[in-house]
């Protein structure tokens, strides 16, 4: 007999949230640059990177997604001049805060990608796809009621 | 503490009487002995049923945001700790400090009644402390019991005894500060593997029945609007299954009052669940003193909180492992 199931190799859902200014520029760059980043990265637009809040990374988690990165400019570039630095502060705590709740470190990442950083956009996308693959899917931060009207 | 409840209550009533103050804020009888309930009186006679003991736990800070916005003076009890609440609260422009006069009482540690019950008193009809030792009458005979045993899980690792604001005093007794570390819980949580956090809280937190109870006694959590609330969120109330899934509540939760928590501990001691709630605030606590400096919410009524200020050499989110730069 024939095994029937076949396993199916996973792939992996990413949520990216870039920045207006420097890296959703970055990843049209990388586009129009003919840079390849892997299909499965989502991106959502967002005005800064300080506009996210941790509750889009949890609900990103809990609607699917295995993995989280958020990308915006470099410090010290920030198109509102300081947006960058309170994202920094409260990533660093609430990736932290995760990890204390058993939910895997890398699972979650910052990246500062410039609107001139195509390559890097690229490089930085294939990279994360590649760690989360490995890592695996994300079982601890699903939530059936967040599920439900799929 | 009985000479201590005459004091406030002579005082409250002199407040009262004299017009100074519109109503007092303190604790009344409640159905039991060791349920006295947060209260507002009015006049004199309202005091009647004025107490102090043991069991008045409760943080009052909170009723602040409605009452002082009333007409008149308000008069508020409040203990060491629930002054860092308080300070919080004028910080954040929650309450109207004008409108206030606050009376700092004073605290030797509240007891908890889940413990003394576990001594095997049940029905408790009243408690003397004398020092480390307290006396306790209940239904069911008599007995006494090590304070230390019995104390609240906030009182065990008390921030100290002193009062960060007032206006007037009422203290008989010296106080003592609590004799625990109040991290040693979260670095014990540290020192474990991922699995076996993960496992840890999802065993905590699956017992949650999104009562929203710690949510509601938060001083720190006062938005008119919680996100919470929404019922179209699809996470306003409990989950119909109990993997692991209050975990955005109590992680968003933990996380918008970071950098605001004053370690009051009122979250775990009203959680009918008893999970231990105060786990996820200090580990914010911990890892903003750790990446940020020491900082303890409530200390003064200005400047800036940890998450509304940076600087340029901040650490790298990436980087961050456990609250340290790895």
Redesign the interface.
């Known amino acids: 007999m024939q095994n029937v199931t076949e396993k199916k190799e996973f792939t992996p859902n990413i949520v990216a949230f870039c920045c207006n200014w420097c890296s959703y520029a970055g990843a049209d760059l990388a586009g129009s640059s003919r840079l390849s980043y892997p299909a499965n990265v989502k991106i959502i637009r967002v005005p800064c990177s300080c506009r996210v809040n941790?509750?889009f990374i949890?609900?990103a988690y809990?609607q699917g997604a295995d993995g989280v990165i958020l990308c915006g400019c470099h410090?010290?570039d920030c198109h509102y001049v300081?947006g960058n630095?309170?994202t920094?502060?409260?990533?660093?705590?609430?990736?932290?805060?995760?990890?204390?709740?058993?939910?895997?470190?890398e699972r979650t990442?910052?990246?500062w990608v410039s609107a001139a950083e195509g390559a890097r956009f690229s490089a930085v996308m294939n990279d994360f796809v590649q760690k989360i693959t490995e890592l695996g899917e994300n079982k601890?931060?699903t939530?059936?009621?967040?599920k439900?009207?799929e | 503490m009985r000479d201590v409840e005459l004091k406030m209550k002579e005082r409250a009533s002199e407040l009262l009487k004299s017009g100074e103050v519109a109503r007092v804020i303190g604790w009344k009888k409640g159905e039991f002995y060791h349920d006295p309930q947060p209260a507002s009186f009015e006049s004199v006679e309202e005091l009647n049923a004025f107490v102090y003991n043991g069991f008045c736990g409760a943080n009052l800070s909170k009723y602040l945001i409605q009452m002082s916005k009333k007409e008149g003076k308000t008069a508020i009890f409040l203990k060491p700790c629930d002054s860092y609440s308080f300070n919080q609260l004028v910080k954040e422009h929650r309450i109207v400090r004008e409108n206030i006069h606050v009376i700092a009482i004073e605290c030797q540690g509240k007891l908890d009644i889940e413990k003394i019950k576990a001594k095997g008193f049940d029905f408790v009809t009243e408690v003397e402390e004398n020092g480390d030792e307290i006396a306790v009458a209940s239904l069911y005979g008599n007995g006494a019991v090590q304070k230390d045993e019995v104390l609240l899980g906030k009182c065990e690792t008390c921030k100290g005894k002193v009062h960060q604001v007032k206006d007037e005093e009422i203290i008989l007794h010296e106080m003592q500060a609590g004799k625990k570390n109040r991290f040693e819980e979260v670095e014990k949580l540290e020192a474990m593997t991922e699995d076996e956090r993960f496992a840890f809280w999802r065993e905590q937190l699956q017992k949650c029945i999104r009562c929203n109870a710690c949510r509601n006694v938060c001083p720190a959590c006062s938005c008119l609007k919680c996100v919470f609330d929404n019922p179209a969120s699809g996470i306003a109330a409990k989950a119909n299954d109990d993997k692991f899934e209050e975990q955005l509540f109590h992680i968003i939760r933990a996380f918008h009052v970071s950098g605001r928590c004053t370690d009051c501990g009122e979250c775990s001691r009203v959680c009918p669940q008893n999970i231990p709630l105060h786990l996820l605030n200090r580990k914010f606590i911990k890892d903003i003193d750790g990446l940020y400096g020491e900082y303890q919410a409530g200390e003064t009524a200005e400047g800036k909180t940890p998450l509304t200020s940076y600087t340029e050499g901040d650490a790298e989110p990436n980087d961050v492992v456990n609250g340290e730069v790895r």
């Open positions: 941790p509750s949890l609900k809990q410090p010290g300081t630095y309170y920094r502060r409260r990533m660093s705590l609430l990736f932290s805060f995760l990890n204390y709740m058993g939910i895997e470190k990442r910052v990246e601890r931060l939530d059936l009621r967040v439900e009207g």
